[in-house]
């Protein structure tokens, strides 16, 4: 293993899409390598496929990026001495490796027409072979190439693979892989089009930004003996790699769209704390040790060890995830809490001031589980008056629903200081005063203040209402 390389990592997103949680955890394992060791955290923005790029999917994938914390030290809106970043505007460095391996001779052009190539492999796999390039162009006399390309003939451009050699793949997470390069077929390194593909591309780059460390996800294994055949090629030194295995949906199967949100943005928009999901993406394949559950970016960055990433997949687990959620909030200070609730709250419409907020955020803790819950849960103490859910318009439509709200209201009247001290057992000495189980009581009153019948404790709702909005709710209610 290299380990004497500075420490050059890279994440590579396509900007196509939003950022997947498979990618972003990709980059968080990178980001946490780097910051380990010391090393750099380079961000590469992989744009070769002109039609599915996007500028709005790279926008959000460099929010998403931030939202989560993950700083790169190269890259996008931060430059750096190997850019630049984004592979649309690497094609002169593209552009002399070709001509090197043309002249060198392992490039070369192939004019085989796709129908050919497609039925080549269709009658190889009717013969059970596995299905690859024939080689028919290999070692076309020059002079034909350059009477075919004078005339515009298409072709593409094919990696002429070694015939006896063995790609040795030092993954972290794997230990050594090894592939013979009779099992790699004469890959296409530039299209019809004349755009190099992504194998080459991930290369030259990798190679130009001297990076020491390929760590990615498990589905790009397949491509390693390519790279590494690649390197070879070029006389320079492969760097090392760790595969980290894919994610799985709760029903063991690939993460999709079916089983729940695939993109990072989709959680953030949720109300989702960005240290929750950053500690649950980090738990998704690595483990700080065989006990801690909860950690922060520090706490794993310190801790952070390729040789701790499984092999197998990872579970998405959705319950775990929620737990880590709630479980992060309850730890905030009163302060830290409003902050991150003050976008979910519908401060626009009140003149609430910060204390009065302070004490709605730590009324509210218990019952989140993400910071978007408070719109809904919190809705009642900001409107004029309650629409009840349905439960609590039926509590509110009971037989002596009405008597009992305004003799409660008159009886929270007569107290001086607010919220009523004592006010469960002041509401119980009145229920049994009036011969009605408690419940029947308490019920309607949750019904009338909050339109529901769940939610925090009813002392702390009266505290937040104020004296005269509660006992005009208690007193309106129908
Ligand atoms: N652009 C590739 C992807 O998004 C990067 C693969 C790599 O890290 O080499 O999957």
Request: one cysteine or more.
């Amino acid at each position: 293993m290299t380990e004497n390389r500075p420490v050059r990592v890279r994440f590579a997103p396509s900007p196509t899409g939003k950022l997947h949680i498979g990618g972003a955890r990709t980059a968080l394992f990178n980001w946490a390598f780097a910051r380990r060791h010391g090393g750099v955290f380079i961000l590469r923005i992989e744009d070769t496929d002109t039609e599915r790029n996007s500028q709005e999917s790279l926008d959000s994938i460099l929010s998403a990026m931030r939202w989560l914390g993950l700083d790169w030290d190269e890259g996008p809106g931060v430059g750096g001495d190997f850019g630049p970043y984004a592979q649309s505007e690497r094609m002169p460095l593209y552009d002399a490796a070709i001509q090197k391996g043309l002249t060198e001779g392992w490039l070369y052009r192939c004019f085989c027409t796709p129908e050919r190539v497609n039925a080549l492999k269709e009658e190889q796999r009717n013969r059970k072979e596995n299905p690859r390039y024939d080689r028919a162009c290999l070692g076309l006399p020059d002079a034909e190439c350059a009477k075919r390309l004078e005339v515009g003939e298409p072709h593409v451009i094919r990696f002429a693979v070694p015939v006896s050699e063995t790609a040795e793949i030092q993954d972290h997470i794997r230990g050594q892989v090894t592939v013979q390069s009779v099992e790699v077929e004469d890959w296409v390194v530039v299209r019809s089009n004349g755009m190099p593909t992504y194998n080459f591309c991930c290369v030259i780059d990798d190679a130009q930004m001297q990076i020491s460390h390929v760590v990615r996800g498990e589905e790009h294994l397949a491509n390693t003996p390519k790279q590494v055949l690649l390197y070879r090629a070029l006389g320079l030194p492969q760097p090392d790699y760790a595969h980290v295995p894919l994610i799985l949906g709760q029903d063991g199967k690939k993460l999709s769209k079916r089983t729940g949100d695939t993109a990072l943005q989709d959680y953030r928009d949720k109300g989702y704390p960005a240290e929750a999901m950053l500690n649950f993406l980090g738990l998704l394949g690595f483990s700080i040790d065989d006990e801690t559950t909860v950690f922060s970016a520090d706490e794993m960055v310190a801790a952070f060890d390729l040789k701790r990433i499984n092999k197998s997949g990872a579970i998405f687990d959705t319950d775990k995830l929620h737990w880590l959620c709630g479980d992060t909030i309850r730890r905030m200070t009163d302060t830290d809490l409003l902050e991150r609730l003050r976008p979910w709250l519908n401060t626009a419409v009140c003149d609430k001031d910060g204390g009065w907020l302070l004490q709605l955020a730590a009324c509210f803790r218990e019952r989140l589980t993400l910071f978007g819950d408070v719109s809904e849960m919190s809705a009642h103490l900001f409107c004029e008056c309650v629409e009840p859910d349905e439960k609590a318009a039926k509590a509110l439509s009971a037989d002596g629903v009405a008597d009992t709200l305004s003799g409660v209201a008159d009886l929270l009247a007569g107290v001086e200081s607010w919220p009523p001290p004592e006010f469960f057992a002041l509401v119980k000495g009145w229920a049994a005063e009036h011969e009605l189980g408690v419940g029947k009581v308490m019920k309607p009153v949750r019904a009338a203040l909050t339109g529901s019948l769940g939610g925090p404790e009813l002392g702390d709702v009266l505290a937040l209402l104020g004296k005269d909005c509660s006992l005009a709710r208690l007193r309106q209610a129908r």
